[in-house]
């Protein structure tokens, strides 16, 4: 039987909690890899973040991705999901918080 050593929830001190809790449907967030990044998110600058394993997304997840990146963005729908389909998207380290199992570290 095959474990992950580590997985990635939903911090649930983080202002943008109810708004990532209604995209993914739950607190478990599917990422890529444990280990943050930097990446410049807008005026906001260089952030820690996380890519999301959008091959873990079902339709519904990305759906609502998409909804949130057109009203958020002002993109239009298929420049959204092209973007989605090319680039990914981020979620910011501050939103999550991730836990390893002890066998990681043995």
């Known amino acids: 039987m ?3 050593l580590w997985s990635a929830t939903l911090r649930p001190s983080s ?3 109810e708004q990532w809790r209604k995209i993914l449907g739950s607190i478990e967030v599917p990422i890529t890899n444990p280990k943050p990044f930097a990446t410049q998110l807008g ?3 260089l952030q820690e ?3 999301l394993d959008l091959s873990r ?3 519904v997840q990305v759906q609502r ?3 949130v990146m057109v009203d958020l ?3 239009r729908p298929n420049e959204a999901k092209r973007i989605l389909e090319t680039d990914g ?3 910011r380290s501050a939103d999550v918080l991730v836990s390893y199992d002890v066998r990681a570290f043995l």
Do not use: T
Request: net charge positive.
């Open 89 to 91: 998207f981020p979620i």
């Open 57 to 59: 997304f079902d339709r």
């Open 15 to 17: 202002p943008r909690y």
């Open 43 to 45: 005026p906001e600058g």
């Open 65 to 67: 991705l998409l909804d």
């Open 2 to 4: 095959s474990r992950k």
């Open 49 to 51: 973040v996380f890519s």
């Open 73 to 75: 963005f002002g993109l």
